[in-house]
């Protein structure tokens, strides 16, 4: 993890299109957070959780923010493929998630015994490396928007959005990429904002129960 976050500071001040790096590390925060809540309890089969601010509940509701993420940056053409490094690592910080704590192996509300606290705090500091990579992510996708390094398919951006431009209409029809435009960019970095902040009140000890869900339209988390 901390070669990732050396890997990701390294990417700011890169000139390459690192877009296909930013989505992997995406998906890295995806299953952080996730594997993380968890291991301290939650159900993320759930639509949402109760407690959304604090706790296991803020883990879930992080993940669900790097899950949009993702998807938003899936939303780009990817014309260069990630940087090996960033690439291997991530696939070996996801196994390591997968043997220390497994999604399908949720904890009840029994106290950590040593081995789980060591297990817990390894967890931890990696969603807050994710935080930090989240801010220097945030900066290289700031980057590639100012530079205008960013595509989309034009036949794949909102019909509201190409309907307001002659010139994008004529890139739908005609199955082009184009410039991602400056209303999708800012929507893209507000994920990143909101990911950058770590979760507010991470507890190291299992909630009392389990987590009950809510009346909410946040979808369940999937780990693909």
Same mark, same amino acid.
């Not at 996801?94 to 060591?118: D, K, V, Y």
């Not at 199955?175 to 994920?191: K, N, S, Y």
């Given at each position: 993890m901390i070669r990732l976050r050396q890997a990701t500071w390294e990417l700011a001040g890169d000139r390459s299109d690192a877009l296909a790096s930013l989505r992997t590390m995406a998906a890295l925060g995806v299953a952080v957070h996730a594997h993380? =809540?968890?291991f301290h309890g939650a159900d993320l089969k759930a639509p949402d959780t109760a407690s959304a601010d604090r706790g296991a509940g803020a883990l879930v509701t992080h993940a669900r923010t790097w899950q949009r993420l993702h998807h938003a940056? &899936? %939303?780009? =053409?990817i014309l260069t493929p990630p940087a090996t490094s960033i690439h291997d690592d991530a696939a070996a910080a996801a196994r390591l998630l997968r043997e220390l704590a497994p999604i399908e192996h949720r904890r009840g509300s029994a106290p950590f015994t &040593? =081995? %789980?606290r060591q297990i817990a705090a390894r967890l931890n500091g990696a969603v807050q490396v994710m935080a930090d990579? =989240?801010?220097?992510e945030g /900066? /290289?996708?700031d980057r590639l928007a100012r530079a205008g390094l960013l595509y989309m398919p034009a036949p794949t951006l909102p019909r509201d959005l190409? &309907? %307001?431009h002659p010139d994008l209409a004529t890139a739908r029809l005609e199955?082009?990429?184009v410039h991602a435009p400056d209303v999708i960019t800012a929507a893209t970095a507000r994920l990143y904002a909101e990911v950058a902040a770590h979760p507010i009140g991470v507890s190291a000890t299992p909630p009392v129960g389990p987590l009950t869900a809510a009346s909410t339209g946040s979808s369940p988390i999937t780990m693909a």
């Amino acid at each position: 993890m901390i070669r990732l976050r050396q890997a990701t500071w390294e990417l700011a001040g890169d000139r390459s299109d690192a877009l296909a790096s930013l989505r992997t590390m995406a998906a890295l925060g995806v299953a952080v957070h996730a594997h993380t =809540a968890a291991f301290h309890g939650a159900d993320l089969k759930a639509p949402d959780t109760a407690s959304a601010d604090r706790g296991a509940g803020a883990l879930v509701t992080h993940a669900r923010t790097w899950q949009r993420l993702h998807h938003a940056l &899936s %939303e780009f =053409a990817i014309l260069t493929p990630p940087a090996t490094s960033i690439h291997d690592d991530a696939a070996a910080a996801a196994r390591l998630l997968r043997e220390l704590a497994p999604i399908e192996h949720r904890r009840g509300s029994a106290p950590f015994t &040593s =081995a %789980e606290r060591q297990i817990a705090a390894r967890l931890n500091g990696a969603v807050q490396v994710m935080a930090d990579v =989240a801010v220097h992510e945030g /900066t /290289t996708f700031d980057r590639l928007a100012r530079a205008g390094l960013l595509y989309m398919p034009a036949p794949t951006l909102p019909r509201d959005l190409v &309907s %307001e431009h002659p010139d994008l209409a004529t890139a739908r029809l005609e199955q082009r990429l184009v410039h991602a435009p400056d209303v999708i960019t800012a929507a893209t970095a507000r994920l990143y904002a909101e990911v950058a902040a770590h979760p507010i009140g991470v507890s190291a000890t299992p909630p009392v129960g389990p987590l009950t869900a809510a009346s909410t339209g946040s979808s369940p988390i999937t780990m693909a």
